[in-house]
C-alpha cells in the first residue's frame, strides 16, 4: 500500500488527510485516486490535456518527482505520497 498526504484544500473533495492505495507507479496511484474521489479529484490533479497540474508538487519519500520520471515514478509498499501546492504571486 502507498499512503497520499493531501493538502487541506484537497480535504473538500477527499474528506480525509490521507488515504492508501494500491499501485506500482504514480500515475497508477493516482488512477486509483480519480477512481475513489471522482472528477472532482481528477480536475485538482491534471490539467485539461491531461497533464500534472502545474500548481502542484508530488513528493515520493520525500524526493521530487521530477527526479523520478513523474507518473512512471516507481512506488513501493510502505511509500508515502505527499502532494504540495505550490503558491505563487509577485
Do not use: C, H
Not at 477527499?14 to 492508501?20: F, G, Q, R, V
Not at 500515475?27 to 497533464?51: I, T, W
Amino acid at each position: 500500500m502507498v499512503r497520499f498526504l493531501f493538502p487541506s484544500l484537497f480535504k473538500k473533495v477527499t474528506k480525509e488527510k490521507e488515504t492508501d492505495v494500491e499501485a506500482e507507479t504514480l500515475g497508477e496511484a493516482l488512477d486509483r485516486l480519480v477512481e475513489k474521489y471522482g472528477d472532482s479529484f481528477r480536475d485538482m490533479v491534471f490539467d485539461k490535456s491531461g497533464e500534472l497540474n502545474r500548481y502542484l508538487r508530488f513528493f515520493i519519500k520525500g524526493r521530487s518527482i521530477s527526479e523520478l520520471n513523474d507518473l512512471d515514478a516507481q512506488v513501493g509498499e510502505r511509500d508515502e505520497i505527499a502532494i504540495l501546492i505550490i503558491i505563487g504571486g509577485g
